[in-house]
């Protein structure tokens, strides 16, 4: 199985702290962000990782190397210019599995990722997102909604307060090579945008519901909350 990873963003909203690093070497706990993922990643026996990097990505690729050390098998794909989630997936396509989680770099999910693979693998569709319902609010607005044989039927990033949108986009995707293969060339493309769209009116992507809380990097403020569990 193959985790590929977004570690590409800038982290705009970290200010001062993303300056002169990436968000995934933020320290969190005393250790880079992104080694808590990835030895989340170990622990569930998923050693293939494919890191997208971009801004500042040669400082990623320095500390994690080939990733021996982490008891992990890393490979690397370094956009030059930004290219959007879909865009480094895209970009990526050599170094594809038929299928493989992506990850965003920004959010941790203390879940077992097995069974979201496996419910790609047993099922016909092109995608699975992870989906949490907000039991306990992440202070992410509810983007997600799902029809009662599990197809997720809309995906609203920025509508905000929508009753009909139960549920948020985890962080955490199963998906098919085929489409990465299918993401138009040479331009930046969003996965959320311009990929998920499709796929949902076609009802090629299920919904993965989850109970666990994710916690994300985004803010400082959430860093805070992400350092406080990992220490807990």
Not at 67 to 82: A, Q, V
Not at 86 to 111: C, E, K, M, Q, T
């Amino acid at each position: 199985m193959q985790a590929v990873l977004l570690v590409g963003g800038l982290g705009t909203r970290l200010g001062e702290i993303t300056r002169r690093i990436p968000k995934p070497m933020v320290p969190v706990a005393g250790i880079p962000y992104l080694e808590h993922q990835l030895r989340l990643l170990r622990e569930q026996g998923i050693t293939d990782v494919l890191l997208l990097t971009g801004y500042l990505g040669e400082q990623i690729e320095s500390y994690f190397g080939a990733g021996s050390r982490f008891g992990l098998s890393i490979r690397y794909s370094r956009e030059t210019s930004p290219q959007g989630t879909g865009g480094a997936l895209r970009d990526a396509l050599p170094l594809l599995s038929d299928a493989f989680l992506v990850l965003n770099g920004d959010s941790y999910l203390p879940i077992d990722y097995r069974p979201v693979w496996q419910c790609l693998i047993d099922s016909p569709v092109q995608a699975v997102a992870v989906v949490y319902d907000n039991r306990e609010d992440t202070t992410v607005p509810n983007n997600m909604a799902l029809d009662a044989e599990g197809f997720i039927r809309r995906y609203a990033k920025d509508a905000s307060g929508d009753p009909d949108l139960r549920y948020v986009d985890a962080g955490v995707l199963a998906l098919r090579r085929t489409v990465a293969a299918g993401i138009p060339p040479g331009r930046p493309v969003s996965l959320e945008k311009e990929v998920y769209p499709p796929l949902i009116e076609r009802r090629q992507m299920r919904g993965f519901v989850t109970t666990q809380r994710f916690y994300d990097i985004g803010t400082p403020d959430r860093l805070q909350q992400l350092e406080a569990f990992l220490q807990s």
